[in-house]
């Protein structure tokens, strides 16, 4: 009896089993397949190339995701997190690309690509449809909803941070106009979010604001009468269009705030900041300067030609050193005698220099002849 309720328990766990297997299948045909099998978080890079326009690159840090391209500065994540939802979204239908007339769905010369670390989207036209967009990938072309192409065409100020100051950048020391601004003016500063960002245009205006965090790096803004408005530069990383010699010039932007912050003075505030390296006077040369190094490298270079004061104190050769055997031989020197039988006093004189390098000296040796009598020898 025991047996027969075991079997019967068995049979009835496997049942179950096979049921929910069953019911995991039929859910997975309901569910449309997604777009990628990438994790948002795995991601540290994203590129979005358009033609005509420059082409916004983004990348993941530690501390966030940071704009690349064109301009160098935080990146919104709220923004982001709504780019990135597109690896989640359903795919309606996949159609071979091999199959498909790329001219007539707009992806013969996509206008538009996304690049996700090594992932590439290129996307096409609208099906007319279920109105829904047409993406290719590997070798496939996906149909899924049309909701990521506003953020695709969005310009570059739309994926910048409207956080006041930079992450983890945290003020202990400010000045306004020169005046040291008290400390509790600069503990809300941090938290800071700007209704809107907006480029700069004009003349900028206002009065100067100088924000330094503990390790000395400063922050300078130009912030409006009623503190409302705060505008400073950022870097870009290349040059803008209609730049001057190609230089990237700073972009300006403007920070619209919805509160205005208190910014109390101090004159009595000390900078407990680092001080700033001072620059090296213009007439004393660095002693870690490459052109310095470089004309003392050449200076103790004992293959450079001689100067005229190291030419000068060349020493005259020595007539009984023994020459090298590799040393080619010259015309041997004449020997005459006087009429009293006597050899003239010989004139052992440096030869001149080797023709075409007047720059270089001769050898000590050449041009002698080994062989010649000594002229101690010619005396006897």
Known sequence: MKGRWLINGLLLALVLVLASLIQRDIDRARTP???????????????????GEPTLQLGQSLQGWRLEAPLEVDADPER???????????????????TVALDQVGLASPRIRLRLNTLELAFGGIDPVGQYRYVASEGLIHLIDDRFYPLLIAPPLDYVSRRLLPRGFVPVFGRLAGVPLAADALDGLEALVAERIEP???????????????D???LRFLVSEDRRRWSR???????RQGSQDGVAA?????????TAPVLTEDPGAIDPTP???????????????????????????????????????????????????????????????????QAPPVDVRRRSKLRGEPDKATPIGFGEDPFAPDPEDADE
């Open 33 to 51: 397949p997604t777009l990628s099998d990438l994790v948002a978080s795995d991601l540290l890079l994203i590129e979005i190339a358009r033609e």
């Open 80 to 98: 982001i997190d709504r780019l990135l939802a597109i690896l989640e979204t359903p795919v309606h239908r996949s159609i071979p690309q091999a």
């Open 200 to 214: 700069l245009t004009g003349e900028p205006a206002g009065s100067p604001v100088e924000l330094k965090a503990e």
């Open 216 to 218: 000395g790096t400063a």
């Open 233 to 239: 530069n950022l870097p870009v990383s290349a040059p």
């Open 250 to 258: 700073p972009y300006s932007l403007l920070y619209v705030l919805t």
């Open 275 to 341: 001080p700033a390296p001072e620059a090296a006077p213009s007439d004393r040369v660095l002693e870690s300067d490459p052109v310095s190094e470089q004309a003392q490298d050449a200076s103790n270079d004992p293959f450079a030609p001689p100067s005229d004061q190291e030419e000068s104190s060349v020493a005259e050769p020595d007539p009984d050193a023994i020459l090298p055997g590799d040393v080619e031989l010259g015309r041997p020197p004449e020997v005459r005698l006087t009429p009293d039988g």
